[in-house]
């Protein structure tokens, strides 16, 4: 989840790992989770991702058991930024692709 902290008398915005319920201090360290069919996303530690799925079994719209689909919690973020018309990576205008912060190609 992401949750505003009290942090020396600032109010900010930190993602917390649904499973443990700790801060996400990494992006590297962290994924975000989704069921394609209801389109919630949850937040994990990649150290608790597994545990995390084994606990919440998605569903498919017709009940049966479906499979979470992760992003790294980076390209997330990148992501969101995108879509909210932050940021753009150099070069990817007009493709389906982009760079994220390390040079690793992202699929959009
Ligand atoms: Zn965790």
Redesign the pocket.
């Known amino acids: 989840m992401i949750r505003y902290v009290q942090d020396d008398n600032l109010w900010c915005p930190y993602v917390i790992?649904d499973?443990?319920n700790?801060r996400?201090e990494d992006a590297k360290q962290g994924n975000a989770l989704y069921n394609p069919d209801k389109g919630i996303v949850y937040f994990?530690?990649k150290?608790?991702n597994h545990a995390w799925e084994h606990i919440n079994h998605a569903e498919s719209s017709n009940g049966s058991r479906a499979c979470w689909f992760a992003d790294e919690l980076e390209a997330f973020i990148l992501r969101l930024g995108i879509n909210l018309a932050m940021a753009k990576a150099e070069g990817t205008e007009g493709l389906s692709v982009w760079v994220g912060v390390r040079g690793k190609i992202l699929m959009l």
Do not use: L, R
């Open positions: 790992c499973h443990c700790e996400i994990t530690h150290k608790c």
